[in-house]
Protein backbone atom coordinates (compact mmCIF):
# COMPACT_ATOMS: atom_id res chain seq x y z
CA UNK A 1 0.00 0.00 0.00
CA UNK A 2 1.24 3.29 -0.82
CA UNK A 3 0.96 6.39 0.95
CA UNK A 4 -1.87 9.26 -0.70
CA UNK A 5 -0.05 12.25 0.02
CA UNK A 6 -3.09 14.23 1.22
CA UNK A 7 -2.57 17.96 0.20
CA UNK A 8 -6.19 18.99 1.40
CA UNK A 9 -4.86 18.42 4.84
CA UNK A 10 -1.41 19.45 4.68
CA UNK A 11 -2.52 22.69 3.00
CA UNK A 12 -5.58 23.24 5.82
CA UNK A 13 -3.07 22.26 8.80
CA UNK A 14 -0.64 25.02 7.25
CA UNK A 15 -3.51 27.72 6.83
CA UNK A 16 -4.77 27.14 10.52
CA UNK A 17 -0.89 27.72 11.67
CA UNK A 18 -1.50 31.10 9.58
CA UNK A 19 -4.67 32.12 10.92
CA UNK A 20 -3.45 31.45 14.53
CA UNK A 21 -0.29 33.39 13.88
CA UNK A 22 -1.96 36.45 12.47
CA UNK A 23 -4.29 36.41 15.05
CA UNK A 24 -1.20 37.02 17.46
CA UNK A 25 0.27 39.68 15.14
CA UNK A 26 -2.64 41.34 15.02
CA UNK A 27 -2.66 41.52 19.29
CA UNK A 28 0.94 42.70 18.57
CA UNK A 29 -0.58 45.64 15.90
CA UNK A 30 1.04 44.14 13.15
CA UNK A 31 -1.51 43.43 10.13
CA UNK A 32 -0.82 41.71 6.64
CA UNK A 33 -1.81 43.15 3.61
CA UNK A 34 -1.46 41.90 0.10
CA UNK A 35 -2.82 43.30 -3.10
CA UNK A 36 -4.10 41.56 -5.83
CA UNK A 37 -3.96 42.73 -9.32
CA UNK A 38 -5.74 41.44 -12.16
CA UNK A 39 -6.20 43.33 -15.92
CA UNK A 40 -8.90 41.64 -18.28
CA UNK A 41 -11.58 39.29 -17.06
CA UNK A 42 -9.79 36.39 -17.86
CA UNK A 43 -12.47 33.48 -16.63
CA UNK A 44 -9.50 31.08 -15.14
CA UNK A 45 -7.74 33.92 -13.45
CA UNK A 46 -10.84 35.06 -12.08
CA UNK A 47 -11.16 31.94 -10.10
CA UNK A 48 -7.78 32.09 -8.76
CA UNK A 49 -7.95 35.89 -7.87
CA UNK A 50 -10.91 34.78 -6.37
CA UNK A 51 -9.63 31.59 -4.34
CA UNK A 52 -6.77 33.60 -3.04
CA UNK A 53 -8.97 36.81 -1.75
CA UNK A 54 -11.13 33.69 0.05
CA UNK A 55 -7.92 32.75 1.97
CA UNK A 56 -7.03 35.66 3.01
CA UNK A 57 -10.04 36.22 3.97
CA UNK A 58 -9.85 32.91 6.39
CA UNK A 59 -6.48 33.37 7.80
CA UNK A 60 -7.34 37.07 8.65
CA UNK A 61 -4.73 38.72 5.96
CA UNK A 62 -6.81 41.90 4.60
CA UNK A 63 -6.77 41.34 0.58
CA UNK A 64 -6.79 44.29 -1.78
CA UNK A 65 -8.27 43.69 -5.39
CA UNK A 66 -7.62 46.13 -7.97
CA UNK A 67 -9.46 44.57 -11.16
CA UNK A 68 -8.13 46.78 -14.30
CA UNK A 69 -9.85 46.57 -18.01
CA UNK A 70 -8.38 44.79 -20.44
CA UNK A 71 -6.94 47.63 -21.73
CA UNK A 72 -4.97 49.20 -18.87
CA UNK A 73 -1.95 50.38 -20.48
CA UNK A 74 1.40 48.88 -19.61
CA UNK A 75 2.43 52.39 -17.96
CA UNK A 76 -0.91 52.46 -15.78
CA UNK A 77 -0.06 49.04 -14.35
CA UNK A 78 3.48 49.81 -13.24
CA UNK A 79 2.33 53.32 -11.79
CA UNK A 80 0.03 51.30 -9.65
CA UNK A 81 2.78 48.87 -8.64
CA UNK A 82 4.85 51.52 -7.89
CA UNK A 83 1.88 52.82 -5.67
CA UNK A 84 1.73 49.62 -3.57
CA UNK A 85 5.47 49.28 -3.20
CA UNK A 86 5.63 52.45 -1.52
CA UNK A 87 2.70 51.81 0.92
CA UNK A 88 3.63 50.62 4.14
CA UNK A 89 0.29 49.19 4.50
CA UNK A 90 0.88 46.68 1.93
CA UNK A 91 2.59 43.75 2.50
CA UNK A 92 2.58 41.72 -0.82
CA UNK A 93 1.70 42.26 -4.22
CA UNK A 94 0.83 39.85 -6.75
CA UNK A 95 0.20 40.80 -10.61
CA UNK A 96 -1.59 37.31 -11.54
CA UNK A 97 -0.46 36.24 -14.93
CA UNK A 98 -1.00 36.18 -17.73
CA UNK A 99 -1.72 39.95 -18.29
CA UNK A 100 -2.99 40.67 -21.61
CA UNK A 101 -0.76 40.31 -24.61
CA UNK A 102 -0.07 44.09 -25.05
CA UNK A 103 1.62 44.52 -21.64
CA UNK A 104 5.03 43.35 -20.94
CA UNK A 105 5.40 41.09 -18.32
CA UNK A 106 9.03 40.61 -17.64
CA UNK A 107 8.86 44.13 -16.78
CA UNK A 108 5.97 43.71 -14.77
CA UNK A 109 7.05 41.08 -12.57
CA UNK A 110 10.25 43.14 -12.13
CA UNK A 111 8.57 46.19 -10.94
CA UNK A 112 7.39 44.47 -7.92
CA UNK A 113 9.53 45.34 -4.84
CA UNK A 114 11.59 42.30 -4.03
CA UNK A 115 10.24 42.66 -0.31
CA UNK A 116 6.56 42.32 -1.60
CA UNK A 117 7.22 40.07 -4.10
CA UNK A 118 5.23 37.04 -2.46
CA UNK A 119 4.97 35.34 -5.82
CA UNK A 120 8.72 34.89 -5.99
CA UNK A 121 9.21 35.41 -9.44
CA UNK A 122 11.31 38.39 -9.18
CA UNK A 123 14.93 38.19 -10.69
CA UNK A 124 16.10 39.10 -7.19
CA UNK A 125 14.29 36.09 -5.45
CA UNK A 126 15.39 33.92 -8.18
CA UNK A 127 18.37 34.49 -7.78
CA UNK A 128 18.29 34.74 -3.61
CA UNK A 129 17.08 31.28 -4.11
CA UNK A 130 20.00 29.88 -5.79
CA UNK A 131 22.21 31.30 -3.47
CA UNK A 132 21.02 30.96 -0.22
CA UNK A 133 20.16 34.04 0.87
CA UNK A 134 16.68 35.58 1.96
CA UNK A 135 14.04 35.87 -0.37
CA UNK A 136 10.38 34.58 -1.35
CA UNK A 137 10.08 31.02 -3.92
CA UNK A 138 7.63 30.31 -5.87
CA UNK A 139 4.80 28.78 -3.96
CA UNK A 140 3.86 26.06 -5.80
CA UNK A 141 7.74 24.02 -5.48
CA UNK A 142 7.53 25.70 -2.31
CA UNK A 143 4.56 23.63 -1.18
CA UNK A 144 6.26 20.52 -2.77
CA UNK A 145 8.57 20.68 0.12
CA UNK A 146 6.65 21.01 2.64
CA UNK A 147 4.12 18.30 1.27
CA UNK A 148 7.60 15.91 1.32
CA UNK A 149 8.67 17.40 4.97
CA UNK A 150 5.08 16.86 6.70
CA UNK A 151 4.92 13.30 5.10
CA UNK A 152 8.12 12.56 6.45
CA UNK A 153 9.45 12.02 3.31
CA UNK A 154 13.78 12.51 3.50
CA UNK A 155 15.37 14.61 0.66
CA UNK A 156 18.91 14.04 2.17
CA UNK A 157 20.98 12.19 -0.53
CA UNK A 158 18.00 11.05 -2.56
CA UNK A 159 18.12 10.91 -6.64
CA UNK A 160 15.66 13.63 -7.70
CA UNK A 161 14.32 13.96 -11.07
CA UNK A 162 12.20 17.14 -11.80
CA UNK A 163 10.53 16.54 -15.78
CA UNK A 164 9.65 19.93 -16.44
CA UNK A 165 11.54 23.32 -16.79
CA UNK A 166 9.48 25.56 -16.03
CA UNK A 167 10.50 29.29 -14.00
CA UNK A 168 7.51 28.96 -11.46
CA UNK A 169 7.90 25.19 -11.00
CA UNK A 170 10.82 23.32 -12.35
CA UNK A 171 13.56 25.35 -11.91
CA UNK A 172 12.63 26.81 -8.40
CA UNK A 173 11.73 22.97 -7.52
CA UNK A 174 15.21 21.21 -8.52
CA UNK A 175 16.84 24.65 -6.42
CA UNK A 176 15.12 23.50 -3.14
CA UNK A 177 15.48 19.96 -3.62
CA UNK A 178 18.94 20.97 -4.18
CA UNK A 179 18.90 22.97 -1.34
CA UNK A 180 17.70 19.56 0.85
CA UNK A 181 20.46 18.07 -0.17
CA UNK A 182 19.27 16.12 -2.95
CA UNK A 183 21.01 14.66 -6.19
CA UNK A 184 18.82 16.47 -8.39
CA UNK A 185 18.34 16.01 -12.50
CA UNK A 186 16.10 18.24 -14.60
CA UNK A 187 14.67 16.65 -17.64
CA UNK A 188 13.15 18.76 -20.57
CA UNK A 189 11.76 18.38 -23.94
CA UNK A 190 15.10 17.39 -25.41
CA UNK A 191 16.44 14.80 -23.05
CA UNK A 192 17.70 11.64 -24.06
CA UNK A 193 15.73 8.41 -22.70
CA UNK A 194 13.61 10.65 -20.17
CA UNK A 195 11.98 7.07 -19.22
CA UNK A 196 15.28 5.77 -17.75
CA UNK A 197 16.25 9.01 -16.10
CA UNK A 198 12.65 8.71 -14.13
CA UNK A 199 13.07 5.35 -12.89
CA UNK A 200 15.92 6.39 -11.26
CA UNK A 201 14.33 8.58 -9.65
CA UNK A 202 13.61 7.93 -5.84
CA UNK A 203 11.76 11.38 -6.02
CA UNK A 204 10.03 12.23 -9.45
CA UNK A 205 8.53 15.32 -9.79
CA UNK A 206 6.28 15.32 -13.07
CA UNK A 207 5.21 18.61 -14.67
CA UNK A 208 5.80 17.69 -17.90
CA UNK A 209 2.12 19.13 -18.51
CA UNK A 210 0.81 16.11 -20.49
CA UNK A 211 -2.32 14.26 -19.28
CA UNK A 212 -1.22 10.83 -17.70
CA UNK A 213 2.27 10.61 -19.50
CA UNK A 214 3.68 9.11 -16.50
CA UNK A 215 2.85 5.09 -16.46
CA UNK A 216 4.37 1.97 -14.22
CA UNK A 217 7.20 2.02 -16.70
CA UNK A 218 8.58 5.35 -15.46
CA UNK A 219 8.70 4.83 -11.81
CA UNK A 220 10.70 2.38 -9.32
CA UNK A 221 9.11 0.60 -7.19
CA UNK A 222 9.21 2.25 -4.02
CA UNK A 223 9.69 5.65 -5.45
CA UNK A 224 8.12 9.06 -4.37
CA UNK A 225 6.04 10.73 -7.24
CA UNK A 226 4.58 14.17 -6.75
CA UNK A 227 2.31 15.16 -9.71
CA UNK A 228 2.19 18.52 -10.81
CA UNK A 229 -0.15 18.60 -13.36
CA UNK A 230 -3.85 19.09 -14.00
CA UNK A 231 -5.78 18.34 -17.16
CA UNK A 232 -9.43 17.72 -17.58
CA UNK A 233 -10.01 14.28 -20.01
CA UNK A 234 -12.33 13.74 -21.83
CA UNK A 235 -15.36 13.22 -19.21
CA UNK A 236 -14.40 16.30 -17.70
CA UNK A 237 -13.03 14.80 -14.89
CA UNK A 238 -9.57 16.15 -13.02
CA UNK A 239 -6.29 14.20 -13.95
CA UNK A 240 -2.75 14.72 -13.20
CA UNK A 241 0.96 14.15 -15.90
CA UNK A 242 0.88 10.60 -13.57
CA UNK A 243 -1.45 7.92 -14.01
CA UNK A 244 -2.74 7.58 -11.14
CA UNK A 245 -4.13 4.30 -10.68
CA UNK A 246 -1.19 2.32 -13.04
CA UNK A 247 1.57 4.25 -10.43
CA UNK A 248 0.02 4.33 -7.44
CA UNK A 249 0.57 0.37 -6.40
CA UNK A 250 4.54 0.38 -7.54
CA UNK A 251 5.15 3.23 -5.49
CA UNK A 252 5.56 4.14 -1.04
CA UNK A 253 3.70 7.74 -1.88
CA UNK A 254 2.49 9.72 -4.61
CA UNK A 255 -0.22 12.84 -4.82
CA UNK A 256 -3.30 12.58 -6.09
CA UNK A 257 -5.06 15.09 -8.88
CA UNK A 258 -6.75 16.71 -7.39
CA UNK A 259 -6.10 16.84 -3.23
CA UNK A 260 -2.07 16.98 -3.96
CA UNK A 261 -0.19 19.55 -4.83
CA UNK A 262 -2.73 22.21 -6.03
CA UNK A 263 -3.95 22.95 -2.83
CA UNK A 264 -0.28 23.37 -1.33
CA UNK A 265 0.04 26.61 -3.54
CA UNK A 266 -2.42 29.39 -2.20
CA UNK A 267 -0.86 28.18 1.74
CA UNK A 268 2.69 28.83 0.63
CA UNK A 269 1.23 32.07 -1.08
CA UNK A 270 -0.38 32.61 2.27
CA UNK A 271 2.79 31.70 4.32
CA UNK A 272 4.45 34.10 2.31
CA UNK A 273 2.35 37.06 3.01
CA UNK A 274 2.81 36.80 6.49
CA UNK A 275 6.52 36.17 6.36
CA UNK A 276 6.36 39.65 3.81
CA UNK A 277 4.60 41.52 7.21
CA UNK A 278 6.99 39.82 9.86
CA UNK A 279 10.32 40.71 7.44
CA UNK A 280 8.61 44.52 7.32
CA UNK A 281 8.00 45.00 11.21
CA UNK A 282 11.64 43.38 11.68
N1 LIG B 1 -1.09 32.39 -12.92
C1 LIG B 1 -1.09 31.05 -12.75
N2 LIG B 1 -0.44 30.73 -11.62
C2 LIG B 1 -0.03 31.89 -11.06
C3 LIG B 1 0.68 32.21 -9.87
O1 LIG B 1 1.10 31.36 -9.10
N3 LIG B 1 0.89 33.52 -9.65
C4 LIG B 1 0.47 34.49 -10.50
N4 LIG B 1 0.75 35.75 -10.20
N5 LIG B 1 -0.18 34.22 -11.60
C5 LIG B 1 -0.43 32.93 -11.88
Known amino acids: MSLRIDGKKISSDIKEELKEQVKQLKEEGVSVCLAVIQVGNDPASSV ?10 YIGIESQAYELPEETTQEELLALIDRLNKDDHVNGILVQLPVPAHMDEKEIIQAISPAKDVDGFHPQSVGALSTGEPGFVSCTPAGIIQLLKRSGISIDGKDCVVVGRSNIVGKPMAMLLLRENGTVTICHSHTKNLKEV ?5 ILVAAIGKPKFFDESYVKDGAVVIDVGIHRNAENKLCGDVDYDKVADKVSAITPVPGGVGPMTIAMLMNNCVEAALRMNN
Open 48 to 57: YVNNKKKACA
Open 198 to 202: CQRAD
